[in-house]
């Protein structure tokens, strides 16, 4: 399986098929507003994961129903259930897909095409079910188990394997010693503007508002984008920087995101004034 997803990471005859895909799911997703309610910005987290729990939960549900007598019923409710629920689920994934790296939007390309074939056999399980076909309506809900299952494990290595959609920043943090860091003097920090500087060999940006300065990692969470290089502006009142690569952006006062394709918080330091001199350490 090691060489197999490896050879699907390689694979750039995908790349004509997910090239043409990634600009349909741009073209058609162009509001800035339904894109970060599909990343999940409002929640903080990314979406997508969170809503596949509802339809792999009712096919799983359905396949054990379906090995008990007189369940009929409530087998067909828990396919329909599941089927209806995982069509906004695989919006939200298409619009995560399109904003990755062209290496995961392959595997990411293969994920999608088996989840496809199993919620079409769940549609014809459904189908079956509805006209009295019970038995047909079993054997597709097993087949299509079985692709969602294939498309599920493809899930998981673009996540723990190749990190989509999971903050990249966060590791940082492991490599910051205990204890408050220097990073700089307060009276040579421009006002309203970025500033680069580090912290254990791990990259961190000020922003100075008066006399409060914000210390936040510089690596951007959704691909490790330059932050240091990223644009100041105003949203929704807030001072924001925004990553230079594909335009997620964070409130320099908490962190918080604003606008994806990044689901996930920026992590902010907490800082300190000591004689003049800003201070950073771990949350």
């Known amino acids: 399986m090691r060489e197999l997803m490896t050879k699907l990471e ?15 799911v741009q073209g058609t997703l162009r509001s800035q507003r339904v894109r970060d309610a599909l990343h999940g910005v409002w929640l ?25 007598p007189g369940q009929r019923r409530a087998a067909t409710t828990l396919v329909g259930l599941g089927t209806v ?23 990411g390309l293969v994920h999608a095409a088996a989840n496809t ?24 809900a097993y087949l ?52 680069t500087r580090e912290i254990d060999d791990v990259s961190v940006i000020l922003y100075r508002h008066g006399d409060d300065v914000t210390v936040m990692l510089e690596r951007c969470p959704h691909q490790s984008g330059p932050l240091g290089e990223g644009e100041v502006q105003e949203i929704d009142g807030h001072a924001c920087v925004v990553c230079p690569w594909h335009g997620s952006a964070f409130r320099l006062n908490g962190g918080e995101v604003v606008h994806g394709p990044a689901a996930n918080d ?6 300190r004034v000591v004689s003049g001199r800003v201070e950073a350490r771990l949350p």
């Open 117 to 140: 074939v199993g919620l079409a056999l769940y549609a014809g399980s459904l189908a079956a079910r509805l006209n009295g076909r019970h038995g047909l309506g079993r054997a597709l």
């Open 266 to 271: 920026q992590v902010v330091l907490p800082t």
């Open 144 to 195: 299509g188990l079985s692709a969602a299952g294939g498309g599920a494990y493809l899930g998981g290595h673009l996540a723990y394997k190749q990190g989509a959609q999971v903050s990249q920043s966060v590791s940082d943090m492991h490599l910051i010693a205990d204890g408050w860091h220097p990073v700089g003097d307060l009276t040579g920090l421009p006002q309203r503007e970025l500033v």
């Open 44 to 68: 903080g987290h990314p979406l997508h994961p969170a809503m596949v729990q509802v339809p792999v939960g009712a096919w799983i549900s359905a396949a054990v129903v379906d090995l008990l």
């Open 10 to 24: 390689q694979a750039s005859g995908l790349d004509r098929i997910g090239d043409r895909l990634q600009r349909a």
């Open 85 to 107: 629920s995982a069509v906004p689920a695989a919006l939200a994934g298409l619009n995560d897909w399109a904003a990755l790296s062209r290496d995961q939007r392959r595997v």
